[in-house]
Nanobody
Framework: QLQLVESGGGLVQAGGSLTLSCAAS????????MGWFRQAPGKEREFVAA????????NYADSVKGRFTISRDNAKNTVYLQMNSLKPEDTAVYYC?????????????????WGQGTQVTVSS
């Protein structure tokens, strides 16, 4: 089993920044493409960003492109989501996810492991 633990969520004003971290353990981290998803109350879980196993390629939802940056440190078994220019509509529980030996995917069904989520609340 691959364990994923998110941290870094919190309450921030609109226009502010937060950095989420997701620490992985239990399996070889470089075997997994990583993604961030989010789920707002009453809504479906949606794709935010993903990064290839080597970190050489990333992909973003249009709603966060230019504001969010996904990165990974394979030496620390950690993936990050830097979130800038936050908006109230970014409020959600943010989840990291891992996809075994796969490429980047925007589909939550392609991911094998999930963290427990971290709450991000952006006030207007």
């Amino acid at each position: 089993q691959l364990q994923l633990v998110e941290s870094g969520g919190g309450l921030v004003q609109a226009g502010g920044s937060l950095t989420l971290s997701c620490a992985a353990s239990g399996r070889t981290f470089t075997n997994y493409a990583m993604g961030w998803f989010r789920q707002a109350p009453g809504k479906e879980r949606e794709f935010v960003a993903a990064i290839r196993r080597t970190g050489s390629f990333t992909n973003y939802a249009d709603s966060v492109k230019g504001r969010f940056t996904i990165s990974r440190d394979n030496a620390k078994n950690t993936v990050y989501l830097q979130m800038n220019s936050l908006k109230p509509e970014d409020t959600a529980v943010y989840y990291c996810a891992a996809r075994f030996l796969g490429g980047i995917s925007r589909s939550k069904d392609d991911y094998n492991y999930w963290g427990q989520g971290t709450q991000v609340t952006v006030s207007s």
